[in-house]
C-alpha cells in the first residue's frame, strides 16, 4: 500500500510564504513524477506544479516565479510559495506516480489535502 501524506498548510496573509511538504511511504518500487494541484472552493482541481525524478519542473502560469517545486530523494516533495495572494486559497493535494514492485506501470496516489488560506 502506498501512502501520501501532506503537511505545512495554514492561514497567512498577503504576500506571505508558507512551505508544504509531502512524504511517500509503502512498499514500491519508484516514483516517476510528483505534484502538487490545488482545489478552491467550486472550482475544478487545478496543477499547481511537477517534478520529475530527473528533476524537471512544470507550473501552472498563475504559480510561475512564486512557488518553487523541488524533492530532496525519492520520497519527499516540497513546495516552497512565496508572494501569497488571496486567489491561493485552496486545498493543496500532493500526488505521486509510483510503481509497486512487480509492476511495470505506475499509478497515481494522492494526499488528503491540506488547507491553504490566504487572507489578512
Known amino acids: 500500500q502506498v501512502q501520501v501524506v501532506e503537511s505545512g498548510g495554514g492561514l497567512v496573509q498577503p504576500g506571505g510564504s508558507l512551505t508544504l511538504s509531502c512524504a511517500a511511504s509503502?512498499?514500491?518500487?519508484?516514483?516517476?513524477?510528483m505534484g502538487w494541484y490545488r482545489q478552491a472552493p467550486g472550482k475544478e482541481r487545478e496543477l499547481v506544479a511537477t517534478?520529475?525524478?530527473?528533476?524537471?519542473t512544470n507550473y501552472a502560469d498563475s504559480v510561475k516565479g512564486r512557488f518553487t517545486i523541488a524533492r530532496d530523494n525519492t520520497k519527499q516533495t516540497y513546495l516552497q510559495m512565496n508572494s501569497l495572494k488571496p486567489e491561493d486559497t485552496a486545498v493543496y493535494y500532493c500526488?505521486?506516480?509510483?510503481?509497486?514492485?512487480?509492476?511495470?506501470?505506475?499509478?497515481?496516489?494522492w494526499g488528503q489535502g491540506t488547507q491553504v488560506t490566504v487572507s489578512s
Open positions: 500526488n505521486i506516480n509510483a510503481r509497486k514492485w512487480g509492476s511495470l506501470k505506475f499509478d497515481a496516489y
Open positions: 517534478i520529475t525524478s530527473g528533476g524537471s
Open positions: 509503502g512498499s514500491f518500487a519508484s516514483i516517476n513524477v
